[in-house]
């Protein structure tokens, strides 16, 4: 796409812009970014080159602009989920089976972007690598958010490791979303998201349970 003309004409455009960037967005979000060329970009698009250079300048903006729609459309379940008045319990169940359920709607691609967009990347594609895993870690470090919050209001046992947890939901998530793109069903995604609740409620029965957390022991996550 970089070898392509401008179109400087300024006749307004006759596009939906945001229409045209969901179709990138999906088509990315299926085949990854080195996978999806102009010829499909332009197909799913029903644009010109020139117009979508017009329009993103190149395709490595197209992504990231796609990214951006993504988080924008596509993970409202994760954001409600963490910021909902809720014990922490109840939010960390919220995110996990509202993964279960976004990861496998039907009519779109399985899993998420932040996840396939460039698991492996060439050096070409490094940036872009990059960009996914800065998504990446602001989610684990949004959970990781929500679950110190719960630990300062005696929510969470003391002593339980936030960044550790937090690092094991965002592990648990980044399995779920890979599964989905193997063709796991909602109900198999549910399944680990429930497994997963299991494990971190026993972990907080441990921490509780501790001598130094004595006083914390009703205290603990709800799966």
């Known amino acids: 796409m970089d070898n392509l003309e401008k179109n400087r004409g300024g006749r307004p455009r006759a596009f939906d812009l945001d229409r045209a960037l969901d179709a990138a967005m999906h088509l990315f979000w299926e085949h990854g970014y080195e996978a999806t060329s102009l010829a499909m970009l332009r197909e799913a698009m029903g644009l010109t080159p020139p117009q979508i250079y017009n329009a993103f300048t190149d395709k490595e903006t197209l992504f990231r602009k796609a990214l951006t729609r993504y988080h924008q459309t596509e993970i409202g379940f994760a954001v409600e989920a963490l910021g909902a008045p809720v014990p922490t319990g109840e939010a960390i169940r919220r995110l996990l089976l509202g993964a279960a359920e976004a990861y496998s709607r039907p009519g779109k691609p399985g899993g998420c972007l932040f996840v396939s967009g460039a698991l492996a990347a060439s050096p070409q594609a490094q940036a872009i690598a990059d960009e996914l ?19 300062a209001i005696g929510d969470l046992p003391e002593g339980l490791s936030v960044e550790g947890f937090a690092k094991y939901l965002a592990g648990v998530m980044n399995g779920m979303s890979i599964q989905a793109r193997d063709g796991a069903s909602v109900e198999e995604l549910r399944t680990l998201a429930q497994t997963a609740l299991a494990a971190f409620a026993i972990e907080g029965q441990k921490q509780a349970h501790h001598p130094r957390n004595e006083a914390d022991a009703g205290s603990l996550p709800r799966g």
């Open 133 to 151: 895993k800065a998504y990446r870690k602001a989610s684990e470090a949004a959970i990781a958010e929500r679950l110190a919050k719960g630990r």
